[in-house]
């Protein structure tokens, strides 16, 4: 569905990510791990457009997306969450799903992915008329997830949704991603607490320093205390 063949994104004389490939099969839930500085966030922002890669090739579905214009790319179904939430805060949550489905024309269709949105996410339907600054942490994240899923999308990428949040909700965001996934949506989730993307990623990829150091199953990197130990920041106790 997703494919990236050695992408690299520079920021000026700065290179952030080196000669990056990796695959997003569909139903898939792929998480891409490491330290902050790591290269993540610059990677999903190059995949979205809103950063022009430097060298290699996107592809999405079948067809190039390298060039692609930000809007033409959440039409054509990949759309993303970013990290630290970004809602608009001085809006109602209604506005800001509102605003989540900018691109699509067919009023009936996004009258029906609110009404799933709202079923999805209950506390957002009861607060549909309160500015969006004024919500907790957590129901922000939440605002930000439906907010993307109002584009409709068929591959979702999720840059940090636990970050900043109490454990409690944290269980909450990962309870609905395997929801998601559940439901038939394909997922590329960027995170840094290692062992719970894992625990719902079907495959990994490890990166430090804008390169990929390892990639894998979920299994063979939870089992693999080195690169755990090394790039993730987690002491296992693996046999």
């Known amino acids: ?21 990796i695959e997003v ?10 330290p902050n500085g790591a290269g993540k966030s610059s990677l999903l922002r190059a995949i979205m457009g809103l950063h022009p890669i430097s060298s290699g090739q996107i592809d999405f ?26 809602v608009f ?6 506005e800001n ?33 309160q500015q969006a600054g004024t919500l907790s942490g957590g129901e922000q994240q939440q605002l ?16 940090e949704p636990s970050l900043g949040l109490a454990p409690v909700i944290v269980d909450q965001i990962f ?8 439901s038939g949506l394909t997922l590329l ?17 490890v990166f430090a320093s804008g390169e990929i150091e390892m990639s894998g199953t979920s299994q063979d990197l939870r089992s693999s205390t080195d690169i755990m130990a090394a790039y993730l920041g987690v002491q296992t106790n693996h046999v």
């Open 25 to 34: 099969s569909s139903g898939e839930v792929v998480t891409l791990l490491g």
């Open 144 to 159: 930000a997830i439906a907010r993307s899923l109002m584009s409709s999308p068929r591959l979702l990428m999720l840059d």
């Open 175 to 182: 309870r609905l991603i395997v929801h998601l996934r559940q």
């Open 97 to 129: 799903l509102r605003l989540g489905a900018a691109a699509r024309r067919d009023r009936k269709e996004v009258d029906e992915t609110r009404s799933m949105v709202f079923e999805l996410f209950p506390i957002l339907s009861d607060r549909r008329n």
């Open 61 to 86: 579905e079948g067809q190039s997306i390298s060039s692609t214009a930000t809007e033409k790319i959440v039409r054509r179904g990949l759309t993303l969450t970013p990290e630290g939430r970004q």
């Open 189 to 205: 989730l960027v995170e840094q607490n290692a062992e719970v993307s894992l625990s719902i990623a079907d495959r990994g990829y």
């Open 1 to 21: 569905m997703l494919s990236l063949i050695n992408v690299s994104v520079s920021y000026g004389p700065i290179q952030a990510v080196r000669n990056v490939s």
């Open 89 to 94: 805060a001085g809006l109602t949550v209604y």
